[in-house]
């Protein structure tokens, strides 16, 4: 009797040491996630990319840049890519997959700029830069690394958005637009990237800055109204345009909210978030949906689609 009750507790005692070795020799294997941050030369992707790489036990970060030369970041590769342009777009994605050969868990998708003033003044060809920079390129991305995420279970996807992409200030016409159309195609994601098998840890979230202190205005064009009736509403948006980039928040910030949502393992972050309490509260005040559920497909995206006939 008492041999056997030794003979079980060895093998239980040999079963939990191979499960921890196992663990302690998975631990020491694993690689870092592969992190890929557009518009990483400044503002919040420099802050979001100089944040991760400190951490380069996790994350090999890679961030791209327009032009001029690439920031030198200690553990952060910089790629060369003008997201307003396609063939540029997938050029460097072909380029980006043989040079890091591992897939990419974690794609920001940063890069943005603003062309505002009034729709009926704008030029055709800088709605449609606009259109390509701030939404065409984060689909393509997303179009591109998607598979393999899902291929091995694992994927976080963030979209930098605006709290103009909730609300459609006046001159924000085509920026709005931009930002609003990328909030749809998170929101169609959200219901059902991470949903497609039990296994598959995959997100998509909207990251949602208010005002930043960053560079944003020199990016921008602004287009100044020639109506006379516009041009009062144009000297205060200019205002209170300089006056929020010159006060807003610090891009380390968001940055650190950015990294929050990579590290969550809850499961239950929304699809929408703001980048502070204020912006959380002055939005939810106008009666914005600040999480995005009224967005969202009901729970189960094969109950949604679900045909009674
Ligand atoms: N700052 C704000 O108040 C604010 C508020 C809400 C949302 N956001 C959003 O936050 C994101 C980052 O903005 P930010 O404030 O950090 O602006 P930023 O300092 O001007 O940085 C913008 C980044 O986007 C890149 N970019 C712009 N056009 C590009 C193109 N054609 N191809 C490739 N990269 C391009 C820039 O690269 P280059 O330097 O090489 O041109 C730069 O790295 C944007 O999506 C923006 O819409 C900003």
Redesign the pocket.
């Known amino acids: 009797m008492h041999g056997n009750f030794g003979r079980i507790w060895n093998s239980w005692l040999l079963w939990i040491g191979c499960c921890l070795l196992f663990l302690v020799i998975q631990e020491a294997s694993a690689q870092p996630k592969i992190v890929l941050v557009?518009?990483?030369?400044?503002?919040?992707?420099?802050e979001t990319v100089k944040l991760l790489a400190e951490d380069s036990a996790r994350y090999e970060v890679h961030g791209?840049?327009?032009?001029?030369p690439p920031p030198a970041i200690n553990n952060v590769t910089m790629h060369q890519?003008?997201?307003?342009d396609e063939k540029a777009i997938s050029e460097f994605l072909t380029q980006f997959d043989n040079d890091v050969g591992r897939p990419v868990s974690v794609l920001v998708n940063?890069?943005?700029?603003?062309v505002y003033g009034p729709l009926e003044i704008l030029d055709p060809n800088d709605i449609a830069y606009q259109i390509r920079?701030?939404l065409i390129?984060p689909l393509l991305l997303m179009r591109h690394f998607i598979p393999a995420m899902r291929e091995h279970l694992e994927g976080c996807i963030i979209n930098?958005?605006?709290?103009?992409g909730m609300v459609g200030p006046p001159f924000m016409d085509v920026?709005a637009a931009s930002?609003f159309g990328l909030e749809g195609a998170s929101a169609a994601l959200y219901g059902y990237v991470g949903k497609l098998s039990d296994q598959a840890k995959i997100r998509c979230h909207l990251i949602?800055?208010?005002?930043?202190k960053?560079?944003?205005k020199?990016?921008c064009k602004l287009n100044k109204p020639a109506v006379d009736s516009l041009i009062t509403l144009w000297g205060g948006f200019e205002k209170v345009l300089t006056r929020?980039?010159d006060n807003?928040q610090d891009?380390r910030d968001v940055a650190l909210k950015i990294k929050a949502v990579i590290e969550d393992e809850s499961g239950e972050l929304p699809l929408r978030i703001q980048t502070n309490e204020t912006d959380t509260q002055t939005y939810r005040g106008r009666g914005c949906d600040i999480t995005g559920k009224s967005l969202v497909a009901p729970k189960d995206p094969y109950q949604y689609y679900r045909c009674n006939d």
């Not at 791209?64 to 001029?68: E, K």
């Not at 930098?160 to 103009?164: F, G, H, I």
């Open positions: 557009t518009g990483a030369s400044k503002g919040i992707g420099l791209t840049f327009r032009q001029g890519v003008d997201l307003s940063n890069a943005g700029m603003a920079v701030n390129a930098v958005s605006s709290v103009a920026y930002k949602q800055p208010g005002f930043t960053t560079g944003f020199d990016g929020g980039l807003g891009p």
